[in-house]
């Protein structure tokens, strides 16, 4: 059940920047939008080069 409201949660970034206590928190929310994004891409190169390698 709470999966399920996690994933369809409806998150306003534009608002809460506009409510940030200071600028440091416009950097962490630029930096936890982009973490899955590179965490995904790392994933995907790390499988690429270990079934590279054991096609070798």
């Known amino acids: 059940m709470n999966l399920s409201f ?3 949660q409806d998150v306003n970034i534009e ?3 506009k409510n940030a206590p ?3 928190y ?3 929310v630029f930096i936890g939008s982009m973490l899955p994004f590179v965490l995904l891409v790392l994933l995907a190169y790390l ?3 270990f079934n590279k ?3 070798q």
């Open 6 to 8: 996690a994933l369809f």
């Open 15 to 17: 608002e809460k920047l």
């Open 22 to 24: 200071s600028s440091a």
């Open 26 to 28: 416009e950097i962490g």
């Open 47 to 49: 499988i690429y080069y």
């Open 53 to 55: 390698k054991k096609n």
